[in-house]
């Protein structure tokens, strides 16, 4: 097979336009289907509620870093409107879509391949999802995917290596865990172009080391204030995390597959089947990556395919193999950085088939698979926007039964481990109390020192998740439940209060 011209890698701005253009598809089909005014989710209030707007204030555990909140400043600080925040992180993840495919332009991308890897990647479900959503995975994502384009450059000037370290910053600052692994392949690389063994390359690695650096020294200042040390805050996350060691393959294989068409947390997977009209795209990665990874390799350019594929197994690792539960967004770094190979290669399926003259035949055959693939998307982003829809509205059913039996700013609730959200709907605090104000059950008998005090349970209606129940004290002359239910018996130190799904 003859190689293909160097001018089938030239770089045409009309590219730039068909880039920006499926940024914009990109975003209006977000915020079509994703209705702006979604509520908040559990981790978007604990980020939103940095914010006075967005108050009360809810806890900000270990694993969370600072990166979210800077992204939502311009606007969760000045306003409480959900669909304001939606509609302006539409904007920033659709610009962030553009910026992160930009860089493979300049690295020399065959015609349409760039526009193609964006559209690959901004065509599943979870992608259009959580592009108006406060929450990291997306600018990770776009972060290693632009550091890794600026640095597979064949040519690399200032621009370019500036571009790689601020790109790296941005994902350390937001998600240092899925930064640290891609960025250590990226120094290792240093990278290899036209086919040249990898050799250090001083200008890049000191790109790589200063954007990661300066993405994590806000997350290493605050380990140290607040949790006494680096080490100290990372078994704290783990705590929280439920502690990462090895897992069978095929067992967290599943999980992940099984969690593609939902829910949105696989925490636990138990039982969790695979639909494989949900997760059938999968099947057609490997072979797309694998032409992609020869068709650059025949053009000598074989850094353009390995480096990123490389980033991609390194950002994929521990969540495949090391966490105990699984989420779709958790690999979307990986399928980003996929994109531009798993591109080439569908370009190179296309130039195979014509060459053996079944074009006829196998290139609407190619285009009827992307529509079904885009169909099925669409139908699983429609469905699971509902369903949060649904279940986050719940919270508010039970901010007005809560307000039913008194229980009003200030308060303290307790009970399930869902207790964060909806006391931050309800005005409460959820952090540890001897005199809650109210438990929040579900699927759960009232505790023992509760039901010796007099406590009684009262059924949530209506909820689109069944059992939920609130527990209040009885009613005592002289007293207001809203000042932390100072009538209702101490709870035991140590005592449970309560637990259910999350």
Not at 45 to 57: L, Q
Not at 474 to 495: H, I, L, N, Q, Y
């Amino acid at each position: 097979m003859p190689p293909m011209s160097s001018s089938a890698w030239h770089v045409r701005p009309r590219e730039r336009w068909w880039l920006a253009a499926v940024c914009a598809v990109f975003g209006a089909l977000s915020l079509t289907v994703v209705q702006p005014g979604l509520p908040l989710g559990w981790d978007e209030i604990v980020y939103a509620s940095r914010f006075a707007p967005h108050g009360p204030g809810t806890p900000f555990s270990a694993p969370r870093t600072r990166g979210v909140p800077a992204l939502i400043a311009p606007v969760a600080a000045v306003s409480g409107s959900v669909v304001l925040l939606r509609c302006y992180l539409t904007l920033t993840a659709s610009l962030a879509l553009y910026l992160g495919y930009l860089p493979w332009l300049r690295a020399g991308a065959p015609r349409g391949v760039v526009p193609a890897a964006a559209a690959l990647y901004g065509s599943v479900w979870f992608a259009l999802f959580y592009a108006g959503a406060a929450m990291p995975n997306h600018y990770v994502a776009m972060g290693l995917t632009c550091a890794t384009g600026c640095l597979v450059r064949a040519r690399r000037g200032w621009a370019a290596l500036a571009g790689a370290a601020g790109a790296l910053a941005v994902a350390a600052l937001i998600r240092p865990n899925d930064a640290v692994w891609p960025a250590a392949v990226l120094l290792a690389a240093a990278p290899a172009v036209r086919g040249r063994p990898c050799r250090p390359h001083p200008t890049g690695a000191a790109a790589v080391v200063g954007g990661v650096a300066a993405g994590l020294a806000p997350w290493a200042v605050e380990a140290r204030l607040r949790f006494g040390g680096v080490l100290e805050r990372v078994r704290a996350a783990e705590e929280v995390q439920g502690g990462m060691s090895p897992r069978l393959p095929l067992g967290t294989l599943k999980e992940h597959a099984a969690a593609l068409d939902g829910p949105l947390l696989c925490r636990p997977c138990d039982g969790a089947g695979i639909e494989w009209s949900g997760a059938g795209w999968w099947l057609l990665v490997p072979p797309l990556v694998g032409l992609g990874l020869r068709a650059a390799r025949r053009e000598g350019r074989t850094a353009w395919g390995t480096l990123p594929l490389a980033a991609a197994v390194a950002v994929a690792v521990p969540y495949l193999f090391f966490m105990g539960y699984a989420a779709p967004r958790f690999l979307l770094p990986a399928y980003a950085l996929l994109a531009p190979v798993a591109a080439l290669g569908v370009r190179e399926a296309a130039r195979w088939a014509r060459r053996v003259r079944a074009r006829h035949v196998l290139l609407p055959l190619g285009g009827a698979i992307a529509a079904l693939h885009l169909a099925l998307q669409l139908h699983q982003l429609t469905l699971h926007s509902r369903i949060q829809a649904e279940a986050r509205h719940d919270w508010q059913r039970m901010e007005r039964v809560l307000r039913a039996h008194g229980v009003r700013p200030p308060c303290v609730l307790a009970g399930t481990s869902a207790t964060i959200p909806i006391a931050h709907t309800a005005g409460c605090r959820s952090t540890p109390a001897h005199r809650p104000s109210a438990l929040v059950l579900r699927r759960a008998a009232l505790p023992g020192w509760a039901s010796a005090a007099g406590w009684r349970l009262h059924r949530v209606p209506g909820t689109y998740n069944p059992d939920w129940h609130i527990a209040v004290p009885p009613p005592t002359a002289g007293t207001a439940r809203t000042r932390g239910a100072s009538g209702a018996a101490r709870t035991p130190p140590g005592a449970a209060v309560g637990g259910g799904a999350r």
